[in-house]
């Protein structure tokens, strides 16, 4: 059985940091390309960031130069650094894995809510 668990979500103040991690099991996570997803408040759910099998990354426009993404295949785990955050980075964050070879073969976390408010 696949899981992905985000956790790390919360309340921090404008300006703020948090650290999502999102623990993988039943994959075999060095295998799967990794994404931060996101969907605020009346709003679509969007890509915030991936890597790759080879630890190539990518960042949505609005978070870059404050979010870093970064994986651990030691620890079945991928990371979202948040730094200088914004009441508009409030949102749910979801995780996303998607087999490198096979798109077919994707799965998704639950979501962890983040809240930017002073």
């Known amino acids: 059985q696949v899981q992905l668990v985000e956790s790390g979500g919360g309340l921090v103040q404008p300006g703020g940091s948090l650290r999502l991690s999102c623990a993988a099991s039943?994959?075999?996570?060095?295998?799967?390309?990794m994404g931060w997803y996101r969907q605020g408040p009346g709003k679509q759910r969007e890509l915030v960031a991936r890597i790759t099998t080879s630890d190539s990354t990518g960042y949505a426009d609005s978070v870059k130069g404050r979010f870093t993404i970064s994986r651990d295949n030691a620890k079945n785990t991928v990371y979202l650094q948040m730094n200088s955050l914004k009441p508009e980075d409030t949102a749910d964050y979801y995780c996303n894995a998607v087999h490198s070879l096979r798109s077919s073969m994707a799965y998704w976390g639950q979501g962890t809510q983040v809240t930017v408010s002073s």
């Open positions: 039943g994959i075999i996570f060095r295998l799967y390309n």
